[in-house]
């Protein structure tokens, strides 16, 4: 390990307490099909477990089964996590769900349907609204750490419902709720109320580390990231709200009915499920008479209005959970304001004086009216509507206003004592990105202190639009960029740290607020609008109603673009075909797509003005900055010592030589004059704007995977910067490959054009690195051999290897020639920071990539490495028995190659000065022994004398020397006895290269075709 990673490694430490740093680590294994359905908890059913599968991995683990839950402990987190995936579990499939996550409640607007119900109704409508199991996965990835023991539990970690969490516990365990001690990591009690707009996955973590800890006898760790999304969607809904209303002429509410599907809308931990152990048992005893009172606060449905006719109700669950109040009055505001703002919005009134008609309480109307006047509420215009922003705005901005009133009851369910709280939002939402800003709050309450509007804004843009996100974040997405941002992950152990080798995190972390006790801005604040306002807000802002929360960028993104939605935010029109005729349609339809796919002559796209530089917001601009780094564009559109982007480098291929265009937006050599259909066509069907074919060296046939979101922002990156002209260079290709309209058959061929589709069976992790290595990281264009026509072959082929402009991409899969076997850990670190102690450092084409990642967030780094690491079968870390085997590699590499003179004399004099330890420093010594060099155990030289003659340039691995090259110093001769002589002395165990002479000469040509695709 180089000193810039131990330095890095030692900076960067994941905090526990260190009364248990000797804690074991555990790993969950779910089954393949789990979920709660709104009534009950299905899942898999557990047939065996096979412990003798994970046999052969070094360490002591333990196995944990009970009921359906399996678990695995472990030294160390990563052997744990290579146990888990290496342990064969049988399970009993059960039905399949449909889906009952958030999204499926629909996000569109409905009319009022013309039923007279009464004499005084005109209308009615009736309108469902859902609330999550679990708002998110958490606020940030991190410990869950359990301590069991006869008569206490003690849990470090995160958790935003205190009390939900202590319920669930003390059913696993048995134990009083007065015996179970919740701890922020450092060492803080967590808050005794809901901190929270809902539970997240922190909760599941704990009853899973709990559950391990009580079955083996000591502390068990557990590390909360994004791979507990898989508990958020599987646990769907948890609340269930019907309201219905009539409508008099007047515009009079004249009959409200509010159902809640419980009186609880809590959902139990995974753990709890699988182990059997969810069944409601009575409290015992000794539970405190606190805990008592609090349960005793579960809310009935209440509401504020006064309707003439007016019904509400719960339906009573005698397997309810306790809640905190909390979270309840939160739901039924949300459904509550959300279900008048739909009302009011369809019946064309004004939504503060629709709630003002049925308020009969003059504080309430008073706080109302001060609020509405504070914040110079007018009637919203419509959402799209161009005068609702000023001009110079963005134009991918879309701004938004929602109200939003509640009243607290008392406890004797009496209206005076409550607290009442009005709430009016502003909110900015991008229509590419589907992001979502907080851009003023107006709050106006009649009891306790006086809220500081101005710090209530910042800590929910924090905590609701943050990177934590519980509420209008990011959930994980494959198409997503940052989840995670603030990566976390378990690093070297050292004294009083976790003992996991190899894992280290993004940023340091600042210990999570939400489990803080001390008193913060929130703390006399009334929430229970929060929800709402900013639904109707985005409602005002898109035209379109969401139902359930979290209020997602993928979800917005999503709606938006519904073809079925029009810009006003009403259902279009859809015409259906004649019965008769649709069967003849559709196979037109096929005919004429497979016809258009295949013609040869594609239609120019009309030429376009550039666009303005308004146009694009600038979170927009940095997304599609990310996505240019993704894709490595400026490292094929950028000759050497070239401007960024312009273009004019030389590609080599078996057909001919290729010059890669200027993508800058000059109008006249560029794209300025590119509308982005024009660019969403090249970039998925390889097709110019003036409608001539693109050679697939310009990677469509992967960049076609990209999402529309992630295009629209590419294309806005490109558009935003300088305009460049350039000189236009022509391709130098054998006939009949400078036939460009060929290319259409070609296509119709080996091109799907596709976007990505995830996975549903893999993990938001592999699934995120997944879209950026096919996709737009354009992995297999290198690393997968090609057949005669140029297409990338797959299947076993997959990665199994290529040669690109006389290098060699070698294999990333488990044909993998590596002395020592990669380990995701190892990816990570070659990916991300350029260099592996177990690899070296990244080199030749694989040096701008990893300069490219590098500005990419954290957690996409490490969806890549997951991913290849997958292809490769590659365990999660080094293991000690990897690293002995680099030990062993190294030691017997000392001694000199014999017979080789001629090449040991040219290494002596040039290369071990910085490649042999003498145990004399230096300031350019190679961090990692030749005897690991991936490339010197090949069966192919082209890596090894390509370095020889060109050098190598680690510039972006700080405190890493660079090596000449010797093309001008050495013979061809030269070249090949040193080569002979590295491959002798560092891979003994590798058959000696043959023509090593020739290869150099061929190596050293400036346009080399390189006639062979596969290795």
């Given at each position: 390990?180089?000193?810039g990673?131990?330095?890095?490694?030692?900076?960067?430490?994941a905090?526990?307490?260190?009364?248990?740093?000797?804690?074991?680590y555990?790993?969950?294994?779910?089954?393949?099909?789990?979920?709660?359905d709104?009534e009950?908890?299905e899942?898999?059913?557990?047939?065996?477990?096979?412990?003798s599968?994970?046999?052969?991995?070094?360490?002591?683990?333990?196995v944990?089964?009970?009921?359906?839950?399996?678990?695995?402990?472990?030294g160390?987190?990563?052997?744990a996590?290579?146990a888990?995936k290496q342990?064969?579990?049988e399970?009993?499939s059960?039905?399949?769900?449909?889906?009952?996550?958030?999204?499926?409640?629909k996000?569109?607007?409905?009319?009022?349907?013309?039923?007279?119900t009464s004499p005084?109704?005109?209308?009615?409508?009736?309108?469902?609204?859902g609330w999550?199991s679990?708002?998110?996965?958490?606020?940030?990835?991190g410990?869950?750490?359990?301590?069991?023991r006869?008569?206490?539990?003690?849990?470090?970690?995160?958790?935003?419902?205190?009390?939900?969490?202590?319920?669930?516990?003390?059913?696993?365990t048995?134990?009083?709720?007065n015996?179970?001690?919740?701890?922020?990591?450092d060492?803080?009690?967590?808050?005794?109320q809901?901190?929270?707009?809902?539970?997240?996955?922190?909760?599941?973590?704990?009853?899973?580390?709990?559950?391990?800890?009580?079955?083996?006898?000591?502390?068990?760790?557990v590390?909360?990231?994004?791979?507990?999304a898989?508990?958020?969607?599987?646990?769907?809904?948890?609340?269930?709200?019907?309201?219905?209303?009539?409508?008099?002429?007047?515009?009079?509410?004249?009959?409200?009915h509010?159902?809640?599907?419980?009186?609880?809308?809590?959902?139990a931990?995974?753990?709890?499920?699988?182990?059997g152990?969810?069944?409601?048992?009575?409290?015992r005893?000794?539970?405190?008479?606190?805990?008592?009172s609090?349960?005793?606060?579960?809310?009935?449905?209440?509401?504020?209005?006064?309707?003439?006719?007016q019904?509400l109700?719960?339906?009573?669950?005698?397997?309810?959970?306790?809640?905190d109040?909390?979270?309840?009055?939160i739901?039924?505001?949300?459904?509550?304001?959300s279900?008048?703002?739909e009302?009011?919005?369809d019946?064309?009134?004004?939504?503060?004086a629709?709630r003002l008609?049925?308020?009969?309480?003059?504080?309430?109307?008073?706080?109302?009216?001060?609020?509405?006047?504070?914040?110079?509420?007018t009637?919203?215009?419509?959402?799209l509507?161009?005068?609702?922003?000023?001009?110079?705005a963005?134009?991918?901005?879309?701004?938004?206003?929602?109200?939003?009133y509640?009243?607290?009851?008392?406890?004797?369910?009496?209206?005076?004592?409550?607290?009442?709280?009005?709430?009016?939002a502003?909110?900015?939402?991008n229509?590419?990105?589907?992001?979502?800003?907080?851009?003023?709050?107006?709050?106006?309450?009649?009891?306790?202190?006086?809220?500081?509007?101005a710090r209530l804004?910042q800590t929910?843009q924090?905590?609701v639009?943050?990177?934590?996100?519980?509420l209008?974040?990011?959930?994980?997405?494959?198409?997503?960029?940052?989840?995670?941002?603030?990566?976390?992950?378990p690093?070297a152990?050292?004294?009083?740290?976790?003992?996991?080798?190899?894992?280290?995190?993004?940023?340091?972390?600042?210990?999570s607020?939400?489990?803080?006790?001390?008193?913060?801005?929130l703390?006399?604040?009334?929430l229970?609008?929060?929800?709402?306002?900013i639904?109707?807000?985005?409602f005002?802002?898109?035209?379109?109603r969401?139902?359930?929360?979290?209020?997602?960028?993928?979800?917005?993104?999503?709606?938006?673009?519904?073809?079925?939605?029009?810009s006003?935010?009403?259902?279009?029109?859809l015409?259906?075909?004649?019965?008769?005729r649709?069967?003849?349609?559709?196979?037109?339809?096929?005919?004429?797509?497979?016809?258009?796919?295949?013609?040869?002559?594609?239609?120019?796209?009309?030429?376009?003005?550039?666009?303005?530089?308004?146009?694009?917001?600038?979170?927009?601009?940095?997304r599609?900055?990310?996505?240019a780094?993704?894709?490595?564009?400026?490292a094929?559109?950028t000759?050497?010592?070239?401007?960024?982007?312009v273009?004019?480098?030389?590609f080599e291929?078996p057909?001919?030589?290729?010059y890669s265009?200027?993508?800058t937006?000059?109008e006249?050599?560029?794209i300025?004059?590119?509308?982005y259909?024009?660019?969403?066509?090249a970039?998925r069907h390889?097709i110019?704007?003036d409608?001539?074919?693109?050679?697939?060296?310009f990677?469509?046939?992967?960049?076609?995977?990209?999402?529309?979101?992630?295009?629209?922002?590419?294309?806005?990156?490109?558009?935003s910067?300088?305009?460049?002209?350039?000189?236009?260079?022509?391709?130098?290709?054998?006939?009949?490959?400078s036939?460009?309209?060929?290319?259409?058959?070609?296509?119709t061929?080996?091109?799907?054009?596709?976007?990505f589709q995830?996975?549903?069976?893999?993990?938001?992790?592999?699934?995120r690195?997944?879209?950026?290595?096919?996709?737009?990281?354009?992995?297999?264009?290198?690393?997968?051999?090609?057949?005669?026509?140029g297409?990338?072959?797959?299947?076993?082929?997959?990665?199994?290897?290529?040669?690109?402009?006389g290098w060699?991409?070698?294999?990333?899969?488990?044909?993998?020639?590596?002395?020592?076997?990669?380990?995701?850990?190892?990816?990570?670190d070659?990916?991300?920071?350029g260099?592996?102690?177990?690899?070296?450092?990244?080199?030749g084409?694989?040096?701008?990539?990893?300069?490219?990642?590098?500005e990419?967030?954290e957690y996409?780094?490490?969806a890549?490495?997951?991913?290849?690491?997958?292809?490769?079968?590659?365990?999660?870390?080094?293991s000690?028995?990897a690293?002995?085997?680099a030990?062993?590699?190294?030691?017997?590499?000392?001694?000199?190659?014999?017979?080789?003179?001629a090449?040991?004399?040219?290494?002596?004099?040039?290369?071990?000065a910085?490649?042999?330890?003498t145990?004399?420093?230096?300031?350019?010594?190679?961090?990692?022994?030749l005897?690991l060099?991936?490339?010197?155990?090949?069966?192919?030289?082209?890596?090894?004398?390509?370095?020889?003659?060109?050098?190598v340039?680690?510039?972006?691995?700080?405190?890493?020397?660079?090596m000449?090259?010797?093309?001008?110093?050495?013979?061809?001769?030269?070249?090949a006895?040193?080569?002979?002589?590295l491959?002798?002395r560092?891979?003994?165990d590798?058959?000696?290269?043959?023509?090593?002479?020739?290869?150099?000469?061929?190596?050293?040509?400036?346009?080399?075709?390189n006639?062979?695709?596969t290795?």
């Amino acid at each position: 390990m180089s000193e810039g990673q131990r330095l890095r490694r030692q900076h960067h430490q994941a905090s526990i307490p260190a009364a248990l740093a000797h804690s074991r680590y555990g790993v969950v294994v779910r089954p393949p099909h789990y979920h709660w359905d709104g009534e009950r908890f299905e899942s898999d059913r557990l047939i065996s477990v096979d412990r003798s599968s994970i046999g052969s991995l070094p360490g002591a683990m333990e196995v944990v089964v009970e009921e359906d839950f399996v678990g695995v402990v472990a030294g160390s987190l990563a052997l744990a996590i290579d146990a888990a995936k290496q342990l064969k579990v049988e399970w009993q499939s059960v039905h399949q769900p449909t889906n009952s996550a958030p999204d499926s409640i629909k996000s569109t607007s409905l009319k009022f349907s013309a039923v007279k119900t009464s004499p005084q109704s005109q209308a009615s409508m009736r309108q469902q609204y859902g609330w999550p199991s679990r708002m998110h996965w958490g606020n940030s990835p991190g410990w869950v750490i359990a301590d069991y023991r006869q008569h206490q539990l003690d849990i470090w970690g995160e958790t935003v419902t205190p009390l939900a969490l202590k319920h669930d516990l003390s059913r696993l365990t048995a134990l009083p709720v007065n015996q179970i001690e919740l701890y922020c990591l450092d060492q803080t009690h967590v808050s005794r109320q809901a901190t929270g707009l809902g539970r997240h996955c922190g909760d599941d973590a704990a009853v899973d580390a709990a559950l391990m800890s009580k079955a083996v006898g000591a502390p068990v760790a557990v590390w909360l990231d994004a791979r507990y999304a898989k508990d958020k969607e599987a646990l769907g809904q948890a609340q269930r709200m019907t309201l219905e209303a009539d409508l008099a002429s007047s515009g009079e509410i004249t009959r409200y009915h509010y159902q809640q599907a419980s009186i609880i809308g809590e959902v139990a931990a995974v753990g709890l499920w699988l182990s059997g152990k969810a069944a409601i048992t009575e409290l015992r005893a000794e539970a405190s008479a606190t805990e008592a009172s609090d349960n005793s606060n579960d809310a009935a449905p209440f509401s504020p209005y006064v309707f003439r006719d007016q019904y509400l109700a719960a339906r009573s669950q005698s397997n309810s959970l306790s809640s905190d109040s909390t979270v309840v009055d939160i739901q039924q505001a949300f459904a509550r304001e959300s279900f008048l703002d739909e009302v009011a919005r369809d019946s064309e009134q004004d939504p503060i004086a629709l709630r003002l008609r049925h308020l009969d309480d003059a504080r309430g109307i008073a706080l109302i009216e001060s609020v509405a006047k504070r914040a110079e509420w007018t009637l919203p215009l419509s959402p799209l509507s161009p005068t609702s922003a000023p001009n110079s705005a963005p134009q991918d901005l879309l701004r938004g206003r929602g109200f939003a009133y509640s009243q607290l009851p008392s406890r004797d369910q009496r209206e005076a004592p409550g607290v009442r709280s009005a709430w009016i939002a502003d909110v900015v939402v991008n229509r590419i990105t589907g992001e979502v800003q907080l851009t003023r709050l107006v709050v106006g309450q009649d009891t306790g202190p006086d809220v500081d509007t101005a710090r209530l804004q910042q800590t929910l843009q924090t905590r609701v639009l943050g990177e934590a996100r519980p509420l209008l974040g990011q959930s994980p997405a494959f198409d997503e960029w940052g989840d995670g941002r603030n990566v976390l992950v378990p690093v070297a152990s050292g004294a009083g740290e976790l003992a996991t080798r190899g894992y280290q995190p993004a940023t340091q972390r600042v210990p999570s607020s939400f489990n803080q006790p001390a008193t913060d801005v929130l703390t006399g604040a009334e929430l229970s609008p929060g929800v709402a306002v900013i639904a109707n807000a985005l409602f005002d802002a898109t035209g379109i109603r969401f139902r359930q929360p979290p209020f997602t960028a993928k979800r917005v993104r999503q709606a938006l673009q519904e073809p079925t939605v029009e810009s006003t935010g009403r259902p279009a029109k859809l015409q259906r075909p004649a019965k008769r005729r649709w069967l003849a349609a559709a196979a037109l339809t096929t005919v004429a797509g497979t016809v258009a796919i295949a013609w040869p002559w594609k239609g120019a796209v009309v030429p376009i003005a550039r666009p303005a530089a308004n146009l694009y917001s600038a979170d927009t601009i940095e997304r599609g900055r990310l996505v240019a780094a993704a894709g490595d564009c400026a490292a094929c559109h950028t000759a050497d010592n070239g401007v960024a982007n312009v273009g004019g480098r030389s590609f080599e291929t078996p057909f001919g030589t290729l010059y890669s265009t200027n993508i800058t937006p000059d109008e006249v050599t560029g794209i300025g004059q590119w509308s982005y259909a024009a660019f969403e066509r090249a970039m998925r069907h390889g097709i110019s704007r003036d409608g001539s074919h693109l050679y697939p060296a310009f990677p469509y046939t992967a960049f076609a995977k990209t999402s529309d979101t992630d295009l629209q922002a590419l294309y806005a990156y490109l558009m935003s910067q300088p305009a460049m002209s350039s000189d236009k260079t022509v391709n130098d290709l054998a006939f009949p490959f400078s036939v460009r309209a060929l290319m259409a058959g070609w296509n119709t061929l080996y091109h799907d054009p596709t976007p990505f589709q995830p996975d549903p069976m893999q993990s938001e992790l592999y699934n995120r690195g997944a879209y950026l290595a096919e996709g737009l990281g354009h992995c297999s264009a290198c690393h997968s051999p090609r057949n005669a026509m140029g297409a990338e072959k797959s299947g076993k082929n997959y990665f199994a290897g290529a040669f690109v402009d006389g290098w060699e991409a070698p294999p990333l899969n488990a044909l993998s020639r590596a002395p020592v076997a990669w380990s995701e850990t190892s990816l990570y670190d070659y990916l991300r920071h350029g260099e592996s102690a177990l690899h070296g450092v990244a080199s030749g084409p694989m040096a701008p990539v990893v300069a490219g990642l590098a500005e990419l967030p954290e957690y996409d780094v490490r969806a890549i490495a997951h991913y290849v690491a997958t292809q490769m079968q590659a365990p999660t870390d080094d293991s000690e028995i990897a690293v002995a085997r680099a030990e062993q590699r190294v030691a017997g590499a000392t001694l000199s190659a014999p017979g080789l003179e001629a090449g040991e004399r040219l290494f002596d004099g040039a290369c071990a000065a910085c490649h042999v330890a003498t145990g004399v420093p230096t300031f350019s010594s190679a961090s990692t022994s030749l005897a690991l060099n991936t490339n010197i155990h090949s069966d192919h030289p082209d890596n090894v004398i390509q370095s020889i003659l060109s050098g190598v340039h680690a510039d972006h691995v700080p405190g890493t020397g660079s090596m000449p090259g010797f093309s001008d110093s050495f013979s061809n001769t030269q070249v090949a006895d040193l080569a002979m002589y590295l491959r002798a002395r560092f891979a003994p165990d590798k058959a000696p290269w043959q023509q090593l002479e020739q290869r150099s000469a061929d190596l050293r040509q400036p346009h080399q075709n390189n006639t062979h695709s596969t290795p």
